[in-house]
C-alpha cells in the first residue's frame, strides 16, 4: 500500500475507508476479517454492514483464511 494510500486509511474500518483500487478491496476485505477472526476482534455494526455489502456483493468468492490466536 502506497504511503499516501496509508495515511488516508489512518485507522478507519471498511464502513469508512475503502482501498481505491476495486481489485484490492476484496483482497483487504479478506484481510480484515481474517485478522478481526484471529484476534477474537469485534466489529460495530455499520462495519459489519460494509463488510456483508461486500460479502454478498463483489467479494462473494473471497475464502477467508485464519489461524486462532492462542
Given at each position: 500500500m502506497a504511503a499516501r494510500t496509508n495515511r488516508s486509511k489512518s485507522d478507519k474500518d471498511p464502513a469508512d475507508w475503502m482501498p481505491?483500487?476495486?481489485e484490492a478491496q476484496?483482497?483487504?476485505?479478506?484481510e480484515w476479517v481474517s485478522t478481526k477472526l484471529r484476534w477474537q476482534l469485534t466489529?460495530?455494526?455499520r462495519e459489519l454492514e460494509a463488510l456483508?455489502?461486500?460479502a454478498e456483493g463483489?467479494?462473494?468468492d473471497t475464502i477467508v483464511?485464519?489461524?486462532q490466536a492462542v
Open positions: 481505491p483500487s476495486p476484496c483482497r483487504y476485505v479478506g466489529a460495530d455494526d456483508k455489502v461486500f463483489p467479494c462473494e483464511r485464519y489461524t
